[in-house]
């Protein structure tokens, strides 16, 4: 259902001095799941 929905992210770029962190990424969420998210320099602190 669309409503279950709590996120939605489409075609998300992010770049750091031209370093391209992710490209492209389409993400959805629902309601009462877990999706962790680690890149290569870990939770990104």
Request: glycine share 14%; charged share 25%.
């Amino acid at each position: 259902m669309k409503r279950d929905i709590i996120l939605e992210a489409r075609r998300l770029t992010k770049q750091f001095a031209g370093f391209s962190a992710v490209s492209g990424v389409d993400l959805k969420v629902r309601r009462g799941t877990i999706h962790p998210l680690i890149g290569p320099n870990g939770p990104g602190l």
